[in-house]
């Protein structure tokens, strides 16, 4: 099933999202917000597979663009306007008529779950939890600056769902940060993965990269059913 395209209003602009819904008969009563990574937009093969596989699995998906992929640009926005639309696409998925009755999930991936992070340290009252699709922990080669700090500002359950081998962030950095941050948060740790869950051809576990894809999957719906 095709998603809906929604218009959202962002101060004077505007962005698209397009909402995934659930089938009616398996619906999980849980919205799931999820924002693109920095270098793509939300028709990223990666962002429309999980939102897909996750509308699938019950939950109704909303993804959409930040301002600056909207108008075509590459270069991200500033902090505080990335977290701007976020916020106003937030609001947008609580006012949606037929999604009022859900928890809400927001989260992305890398920099869209970062900017999800960022405007839940600041209020979450209306967030149920926060889920990372590889989380950007620090710049690669960077693990000096770290990006963690206001995690400790959540107060909301969260999931990691990170690489091993993933150049921003590890998911043995993730457990490390979860633990000397005391996060409530869950970490599902992909073998040999990359930033985009990516395992080489030649993986060790001998699970073909879609079989990856849907584990995970898998896992989010274990996690978001217990919220």
């Known amino acids: 099933m095709e998603p809906n395209k929604l218009q959202i209003r962002v101060n004077g602009d505007s962005v ?32 429309r597979l999980f939102a897909a596989g996750l509308a ?11 301002l600056y992929t909207e ?51 600041v209020d979450a009252k209306s967030i149920a939890g926060l889920l990372f699709l ?3 922990l620090h710049a690669p080669g960077k693990p000096e600056q770290m990006r963690d700090t206001h995690l400790s500002e959540i107060n ?17 950095e993730i457990r490390g940060v979860i633990k000397k941050r005391r996060l409530n948060a869950t970490l599902y740790e992909v073998a040999d993965g990359d930033h985009s869950l990516k395992v080489p051809k030649a993986g ?14 898998d896992e989010i719906a274990r996690w978001a059913k217990s919220l």
């Not at 590459?74 to 037929?98: G, H, M």
């Not at 359950?157 to 081998?165: A, K």
């Open 16 to 47: 698209t999202a397009l909402l995934y819904r659930a089938p009616k008969s398996a619906g999980a009563k849980v919205t799931i917000v999820l924002g693109h990574g920095a270098g793509a937009n939300q028709m990223s093969p990666f962002l």
């Open 56 to 66: 699938g699995r019950g939950f109704d998906t909303m993804t959409f663009n930040f």
């Open 71 to 121: 108008r075509g640009r590459r270069v991200p926005d500033p902090k505080a306007k990335l977290e701007t639309c976020y916020r106003a696409v937030v609001e947008a998925a609580l006012s949606q008529k037929s999604l009022k009755s859900n928890q809400l999930v927001i989260g992305g991936k890398s920099m869209g779950g970062r900017i999800a992070s960022q405007i839940a340290a």
């Open 134 to 136: 590889g989380y950007p």
């Open 156 to 172: 909301r359950p969260m999931l990691f769902v990170q690489g091993s081998r993933d150049s921003l962030g590890s998911a043995e």
């Open 204 to 217: 060790k576990s001998g699970v073909s990269q879609e079989q990856i894809y849907e584990m995970a999957m």
